[in-house]
């Protein structure tokens, strides 16, 4: 929308809408499945079935995590501090920054490490120490939490190339820059195989996943 100056005894100066469109295609179907024979199950001393079934289902939803982290990392705008160097405070600030000059807003922004780059912000003082804080929760409890009104999160998911030097993507973002569409959220189902002696259990799920706003994103190599 365009401010318009307003002429006293005129009329106002309307703004013209017009929406695009942005097509999301449905083509993530991922499936995790065992079979669980008679003889292991009846000689488990816990409950196979559950156990393994809550398994399949984090198998899923790591995948479709995983989705979104690739869709991101390949299609943010910006990038920020180098392959191979620990991530520091102005590496941070800059990655911010790009955002900010995005009119991304401030709220609703997210960033996610993995295990080194969680590793090398702990090792940054001022985020940690009682005296910039007013807390010493970082130390305690190993998390970071927030800074600068930025929610700090660490997934084994983030992409990370074995190299020389190793390259880790992070990513700082905005909820807005991404959108997945669940059409068959994960689902379990099973079935007796007599031939086998044993149970098929089965999870599924079906998504897509489209960047939207790739301003909104921002890919932290360390």
């Known amino acids: 929308m365009t401010a ?13 809408t017009v929406e695009g ?14 079979l669980l024979e008679d ?36 299609n943010a705008t910006y990038s920020a501090g180098a392959f191979g160097t620990a991530l520091n405070d102005t590496t941070i600030l ?5 955002l900010d000059e995005a009119k991304v807003p401030p709220t609703g922004r997210t960033f996610v490490v993995n295990p080194q780059g969680k590793q090398e912000m702990l ?20 998390k970071i939490g927030t800074i600068y009104d ?28 991404v959108a997945v569409a669940v059409q068959k959220d ?3 189902e099973s079935q007796r195989k007599p031939e086998y002696l044993g149970t098929l259990y089965v999870a599924q799920g079906l998504w897509g996943v ?8 921002c890919v932290v190599k360390c």
């Open 123 to 142: 090792a940054i003082d001022k985020y940690v120490r009682y005296d910039a804080l007013g807390t010493g929760k970082a130390i305690v409890n190993g």
């Open 4 to 16: 318009n100056q307003k002429v006293a005894n005129t009329q106002v100066t309307l703004n013209e």
């Open 94 to 98: 800059v990655a911010n920054r790009y």
């Open 150 to 177: 930025i929610e700090v999160l660490m997934s084994h998911n983030i992409r990370t190339t074995a190299g020389t030097p190793t390259q880790n993507n992070n990513l700082l973002f905005h909820r807005d820059a």
């Open 21 to 34: 469109k942005t097509t999301l295609t449905i083509n993530q179907h991922y499936e995790c499945s065992f």
């Open 39 to 74: 003889f292991a199950e009846a000689q488990s001393i816990i409950d196979a079935a559950s156990e393994y079934s809550e398994k399949t289902g984090y198998a899923i939803a790591e995948k479709m995590d995983t989705t979104v982290i690739n869709e991101m990392t390949d």
């Open 210 to 217: 489209k960047i939207l706003r790739a301003d909104h994103a």
């Open 186 to 188: 994960i689902t379990f």
